[in-house]
């Protein structure tokens, strides 16, 4: 069982009281990018807020979910609009080990979950997912990040360490510490074509595309 099965039910709630409608805002930011995509791979959306409305927006594309989390994959199925369930599929799995495949798909979503793993771990994951899309293909990221100087960093620094404690105690999340994910990302050759900035610097929701695409 997945530590965040104990919070899926809740866990739309945790964020609203947190952080209003920001994260959902950040997730859905750049979704109109994909509208044309035929073949789409999200990982770990969680309680599936994204796919429902990304099912609606590329209303051709088959869409595959996978999380680690039964219990959130289960809330994401209910959540998906009727018309949309033969095209959506989900499963458990673990993005570590996950094989994408080839050029296997037009884009990949991101969101909120790469901060839960460890900066050499998000170094395999995006090599493995870049070698899996297409050429031209997008990657949707959102995440939190530090703002580089002051109020606003130390006002991020303090709501992070608070997250990471809480996922800690209530799901037995093993990391401590933000990656460097955007670094990472920029690094293995995607550019970032829109940026969508929130909470002061700390939530950063971004759409790249490959380099030379």
Request: net charge positive; aromatic share 10%.
């Amino acid at each position: 069982m997945s530590g965040f099965d104990r919070v899926a039910r809740i866990y739309r709630w945790l964020e609203y009281v947190a952080f209003g409608s920001s994260l959902q805002r950040a997730r859905t930011a750049h979704l109109p990018a994909l509208a044309d995509c035929r073949d789409i791979l999200v990982i770990g959306d969680g309680d599936g807020r994204a796919i429902a409305q990304l099912a609606v927006v590329a209303a051709h594309a088959r869409i595959h979910s996978i999380d680690m989390s039964d219990a959130m994959l289960r809330e994401a199925a209910q959540r998906l609009p009727a018309a949309a369930r033969d095209r959506v599929t989900f499963a458990r799995a673990d993005v570590r080990t996950f094989d994408p495949g080839h050029h296997a798909w037009d884009a990949v979503l991101t969101m909120f979950v790469l901060d839960c793993l460890t900066e050499d771990e998000v170094r395999r994951v995006v090599t493995t997912l870049a070698g899996g899309l297409r050429p031209g293909g997008r990657w949707l990221f959102a995440d939190f990040a530090i703002p580089e100087r002051g109020w606003r960093r130390l006002r991020a620094r303090v709501w992070i360490a608070c997250l990471y404690w809480f996922f800690r105690w209530r799901a037995d999340l093993a990391v401590s510490r933000l990656p460097a994910s955007e670094a990472i990302i920029t690094a293995a050759g995607f550019v970032p074509v829109a940026v969508d900035v929130r909470q002061a610097g700390m939530i950063r929701s971004i759409c790249y595309e490959r380099e030379g695409a």
